[in-house]
């Protein structure tokens, strides 16, 4: 646990996580560049960040479930942060499970050099009978533990699991993915969690408190485009719809964001799906009569992995 990230030390943690990850052209698991960049674009959001790693490693191990937390060496883990599972399986959720620091799986998972494979969890002597009870009971034949680090420190551990013993995974795959996870996942995930302090409550991103409500003022054509924006629309899609030209839509973005104390586009969205809920988000005061606010926006977020994609690949 910890105090949030500040903002100027998110912003330099994300330069400097943009020229060693993003510059190389070196990854051989297809897609971990792709995925790279989608992370740095929600660094201010946990949870997004550990569903889109848990999306990627499962579907690239072809795994049923991938599930994960922050963790370290002689703790207890407990699996709180996001899951993956294969669709159509029908499988239980493991968030909420609990793994003493003390299992032999997990003592070798952060020992060991390489990902720690279990072929046959009810062959497995590491597992105790009421661990391979759970297992059983999650829909897991097979097993195979991440752990996540940056440089040599511990950041936390990914648990993929497929329903029958012995997949059909191989060591040049298992190799390629480790190295994603040490080299690529482990440095992003702790600075995700350290802007959030690395607890479950809510925090002010960045160090920024949330604007209050009541100050928040718009005028009406930045409120149509606040509208669309959290409905996942992109500028292209927004001028269209407004009949404005794209730097018109891209004006008023820059507005909202810095009326919103937003510094970036994931983080405007978030905060206009809260406050467009809101009654107290107003016009403009002289132009404040003429709206009235919708209720149950819904946040996409394509819109905002269009404009930081481009700007932290290009």
């Not at 978030?270 to 606010?293: K, N, Y």
Request: hydrophobic fraction near 45%; proline fraction near 6%.
């Amino acid at each position: 646990m910890g105090a949030p990230m500040n903002s100027e030390d998110l912003l330099q943690a994300q330069r400097r996580l943009r020229g060693q990850l993003l510059e190389r052209r070196d990854a051989a698991v297809p897609g971990a560049l792709d995925l790279a960049a989608h992370l740095l674009v929600y660094l201010d959001d946990e949870a997004r960040c550990w569903q889109l790693t848990l999306d990627w490693v499962r579907t690239t191990l072809d795994a049923d479930r991938a599930s994960g937390c922050f963790a370290g060496p002689a703790q207890a883990v407990r699996v709180a942060q996001a899951e993956s599972l294969r669709p159509g399986l029908g499988l239980p959720s493991a968030l909420g499970t609990i793994h003493e620091a003390g299992e032999a799986w997990l003592h070798d998972v952060w020992s060991g050099a390489q990902p720690d494979m279990s072929d046959d969890v009810s062959r497995d002597p590491r597992f105790t009978p009421s661990r391979r009870r759970q297992l059983k009971a999650l829909g897991m034949g097979a097993q195979l533990a991440l752990a996540l680090r940056d440089g040599g420190a511990p950041v936390g551990l990914i648990l993929c699991g497929w329903n029958v013993a012995r997949p059909g995974w191989t060591p040049a795959l298992l190799r390629e993915v480790d190295i994603v996870a040490r080299e690529m996942l482990g440095p992003i995930l702790r600075v995700a969690g350290a802007v959030a302090g690395r607890c479950g409550a809510p925090a002010a991103v960045g160090g920024m408190p949330a604007p209050s409500r009541a100050a928040v003022s718009l005028t009406p054509g930045e409120l149509a485009v606040a509208r669309l924006v959290v409905t996942g629309m992109s500028y292209k899609e927004i001028a269209h719809r407004l009949n404005r030209s794209f730097s018109t839509v891209d004006h008023r973005l820059r507005a909202i964001r810095e009326k919103l104390g937003a510094r970036s586009t994931a983080r405007m969205v978030a905060v206009l799906t809260e406050l467009l809920d809101a009654p107290a988000l107003a016009l403009a005061p002289a132009e404040r009569s003429a709206v009235v606010l919708p209720g149950g926006a819904v946040a996409a977020g394509r819109m905002a992995h269009e404009a930081r994609y481009a700007e932290l690949v290009n």
